[in-house]
Nanobody
Framework: QVQLVESGGGLVQAGGSLRLSCVAS????????MGWYRQAPGKQRELVAN???????NYPNSMKGRFTISRDAAKNTVYLQMNSLKPEDTAVYYC?????????????WGQGTQVTVSS
């Protein structure tokens, strides 16, 4: 059974920092491309950062500079360091694991952790 458990969300003032953690169960970590997405109220879920299949980190242009994804294979954990947070970063942040399946991927999601940035 695949489990992704996020932690580290909370309330922070604008300009502050948070570090999110996601612990993956079983063997999912070693055979998946791990990443972080977020979803703000009334908006679509969007990619924040992920690891490509080759292991390099990937950020959409809008996320470059303030977010850093990292991982600790020994702990089956992926992290998201968020700095200089802005009110518009307020969202539920989800851990994601993409596992190859046939010609495509299976997507697994954590339950999400709320990040609220006050102005």
């Amino acid at each position: 059974q695949v489990q992704l458990v996020e932690s580290g969300g909370g309330l922070v003032q604008a300009g502050g920092s948070l570090r999110l953690s996601c612990v993956a169960s079983g063997s999912i970590f070693s055979r998946s491309a791990m990443g972080w997405y977020r979803q703000a109220p009334g908006k679509q879920r969007e990619l924040v950062a992920n690891f490509a299949s080759a292991g390099s980190s990937n950020y959409p242009n809008s996320m470059k500079g303030r977010f850093t994804i990292s991982r600790d294979a020994a702990k089956n954990t992926v992290y998201l360091q968020m700095n200089s947070l802005k009110p518009e970063d307020t969202a539920v942040y989800y851990c994601n694991a993409k596992t190859p399946s046939g010609l495509g991927f299976n997507d697994y999601w954590g339950q999400g952790t709320q990040v609220t940035v006050s102005s």
